[in-house]
T-cell receptor, first 112, second 113 residues
């Protein structure tokens, strides 16, 4: 079976730092997503991509950049980390026409 | 904003059948009802989905009201491993491959021995 891998699992950054999160899937899925999850809240969509080199902004794209250079990978960059920021970033992928999504285990970010 | 309403938390005992309710009064005709569950330090895991008819799989039974304004996820004979946050989500039927999930807070299900 396939797998979706997020790296790193934990990330500690400093205020103002540029931080990059990576996501890799071997399902050969077309669409990939980045969601942010804050404690006690639901997931919010940051960016998504429907194919290689495609990028679409979600509801929470300000302060983030994304890159989809290959079909199998989708990276997210926090352009300037905010002090005391703490959240989980979840990557997901989905095949064209298939119903369900597969999520990675998440990257836990803490900014000090 | 999430278009679904769920209780914040529920508690059950091992072996019981659990009914997790979800209200979606403003659901559109082209929206599926999805359920995901999430345990700590993991991403959400797909449970089931439905459009109009009740559905069943190895994990759960999804009962959808005839007016589609509410649904109930039924977990038979829960075990400790079923303790998780259960998310009820609406997703529009899309002709393209893009489809966005809008998550709310979900229901935190705890299971005691």
């Amino acid at each position: 079976g396939g797998i979706i891998t997020q790296t790193p699992k934990f990330l500690i950054g400093q205020e103002g730092q540029k931080l990059t999160l990576k996501c890799q899937q071997n399902f050969n899925h077309d669409t990939m997503y980045w969601y942010r999850q804050d404690s006690g809240k639901g997931l919010r969509l940051i960016y998504y991509s429907i194919t290689e080199n495609d990028l679409q902004k979600g509801d929470l794209s300000e302060g983030y950049d994304a890159s989809r250079e290959k079909k199998s990978s989708f990276s997210l960059t926090v352009t300037s980390a905010q002090k005391n920021e703490m959240a989980v970033f979840l990557c997901a992928s989905r095949d064209r026409g298939h119903s369900d999504y597969t999520f990675g285990s998440g990257t836990r970010l803490l900014v000090i | 904003d999430a278009k679904t309403t769920q209780p914040d938390s529920m508690e059950s005992t091992e072996g019981e059948t659990v009914h997790l309710p979800c209200s979606h009064a403003t659901i559109s005709g082209n929206e599926y009802i999805y359920w995901y569950r999430q345990v700590p330090l993991q991403g959400p895991e797909y449970v089931t989905h439905g459009l109009q008819q009740n559905t069943t799989n190895s994990m759960a039974f999804l009962a959808i009201a005839s007016d589609r304004k509410s649904s109930t996820l039924i977990l038979p004979h829960v075990s400790l491993r079923d303790a998780a946050v259960y998310h009820c989500i609406l997703r529009a039927i899309a002709s393209s491959s893009f489809s966005k999930l809008v998550f709310g807070q979900g229901t935190s299900l705890s299971v005691v021995p």
